[in-house]
């Protein structure tokens, strides 16, 4: 009886000690919860935050990445001064920053962010990083492939920059950027700004501002007149090149750029005309040179070279006739469509044509006879 009784006991004992072993495990398996404010570093997702990679003590890139990395912060809920400064380095690429990151970072776990912010400053931005940025806003200006719109945000950028941890009394405001932004605009557009005083709004919004500047700019730049339509002309039908004697052609006359009156006659050629013809090659006499000596002025008359069958009468005539109908269409452009019509000319116009043709004539024999005349003198007769 005393044997069961002690069996019976000891395995009371031994279903005590499994109780509390089962209860020692689960409280060793309970995932430790971080204090209020904490966040789980070794849960923590860092791969989510921007990386800085530099370049090293450029103000525009280094301001941009401590930026997304406070909203980075915000959005995450990492409120604690040491995670965010522990978060910090593995969002770091830059190797300048990064020694400065492992030699100085744990001197301030127990400080402020703002205090390992503003000694982060201090050695990755260039001195008087602030001024060099607010000469940049002063120096603005438009391009010419740039739209307003492109302007403006570009100088809203640089504000932000400027404004990035800034006390009130330093901050560049929305007027004064406003102000800056006009000063690089062309002269146009300033113009139409201080036409509608935009700067004068009491108080004043950069919102508004910036859509009534936008709005005059894409006014200056509507095309104010239409393009004109492309006037095509109908092609004159195809023709065959003949080697009719002038004035003989047995096809009608083509009048679809000139109005030719039908009483309109054909110069006829003169009985004497005799056409200038082409020197042949000169035949050197044995022993006799065919080249003038070097400095020695030519005795080869001067002369012209061998036309085609068309006078240059008929030819000065042609271009007579052209010229005048180009003048007349010029005069009458007002008053006639584009399909080649043009004015008939007067008789009076008519007669003229023919004493000017007249005179032309006899200033052509004149010189034909002036070259037989010279051929003589140089001991060349019989050429005309």
């Known amino acids: 009886m005393s044997a069961h009784q002690a069996n019976a006991a000891r395995i009371s004992r031994l279903e005590d000690l499994l109780l509390a072993l089962n209860a020692k495990n689960e409280v060793d398996a309970r995932p430790v919860q971080p204090s209020p404010g904490r966040v789980d570093l070794q849960k923590f997702r860092t791969s989510d935050g921007p990386i800085y990679r530099g370049p ?161 700019f894409l006014a200056l730049h509507r095309p104010t007149e239409t393009p004109t339509p492309i006037r095509t002309t109908p092609s004159a039908p195809p023709t065959l090149a003949r080697d009719d004697a002038a004035g003989a052609c047995p096809g009608p006359i083509d009048r679809s750029r000139i109005d030719i009156p039908s009483t309109f006659p054909t110069p006829v050629k003169p009985a004497d005309y005799v056409a200038p013809r082409a020197w042949g090659k000169p035949t050197a006499a044995p022993g006799k040179a065919t080249q003038a000596p070097a400095g020695r002025p030519s005795t080869r008359a001067a002369s012209v070279a061998g036309i085609a069958d068309t006078t240059p009468l008929e030819a000065q005539v042609s271009a007579l006739t052209l010229d005048a109908a180009m003048r007349e269409d010029g005069r009458w452009d007002t008053y006639f469509d584009d399909e080649g019509c043009f004015p008939s000319l007067e008789p009076a116009a008519v007669a003229a044509l023919e004493d000017l043709d007249s005179q032309l004539l006899a200033n052509e024999i004149e010189k034909a006879e002036q070259a037989a005349l010279a051929d003589a003198i140089a001991g060349h007769p019989g050429r005309a």
């Open 56 to 216: 090293f003590q450029v103000v525009e890139p280094f301001l941009h990445w401590i930026h997304g990395v406070q909203i980075f912060f915000d959005t995450k809920d990492v409120a604690n001064s040491a995670d965010r400064i522990k978060i910090l380095g593995n969002l770091i690429a830059e190797t300048n920053l990064q020694s400065f990151y492992a030699n100085e970072a744990s001197g301030f776990l127990t400080k402020s962010w703002d205090d390992f912010k503003v000694r982060m400053f201090d050695f990755a931005l260039p001195t008087n990083w602030r001024s060099s940025l607010q000469r940049q806003v002063r120096k603005l200006e438009m391009s010419q492939t740039e739209t307003f719109l492109e302007y403006s945000t570009r100088a809203r950028t640089m504000q932000s920059l400027f404004n990035f941890d800034a006390n009130e009394a330093s901050k560049l405001g929305d007027l004064q950027l406003a102000q800056f932004l006009v000063y690089g605009l062309p002269d146009a557009l300033q113009d139409r700004i201080y036409e509608r005083q935009l700067l004068e709004v009491a108080p004043f919004a950069y919102g508004p501002f910036e859509k009534q500047a936008n709005a005059s």
